[in-house]
């Protein structure tokens, strides 16, 4: 039952990075407008953190038993992400929709760790890393916003 929670927990963590990688290049080719090249730049280091992270969550997941499933079906079905549509996409706006995708693929994390680190410390130790990870890129996003949320 634990493994279960465990490899559970990190197959939604993978699907989630997966697709937030997938979109942060779609914004990144299809961003237009004010800040563009500092909005394209910060898109790519979101595809390279979470590119490096779900390298990891899917090598845990085998690490532990697991089959790590990064199918384009599996992402589509699954991904807690909000599909982003095909553009163009105006920089002001992209910002704050990035802040809210990186928070939300975080708090996804978050909503599962207690039971993960109850059932496996060393998995609860890597979505904890990749929660920050995300949690950062969504502060950049937020900070360089030109919207603000009270």
Sequence with gaps: MAEKIVIDALQRTL??????????????WNIVGERFRALHLALDEVVHVTREDLDTVAERIAQIGGYPDGRAATVAKDSGIEDPGEGPFDTADTYAIMA??????????????DK?????????????????NLEEQAWFFRAASTTVEK
Excluded: E
């Design 15 to 28: 699907v989630d990075l997966t697709d937030l990688s997938l979109q942060a290049k779609q914004y990144h």
């Design 116 to 132: 993960v680190d109850d059932a496996d410390a060393y998995t609860g130790d890597i979505l904890i890393a990749v929660g920050q």
């Design 100 to 113: 809210k995708k990186l928070q939300k693929a975080s708090d996804r994390i978050k909503a599962d760790l």
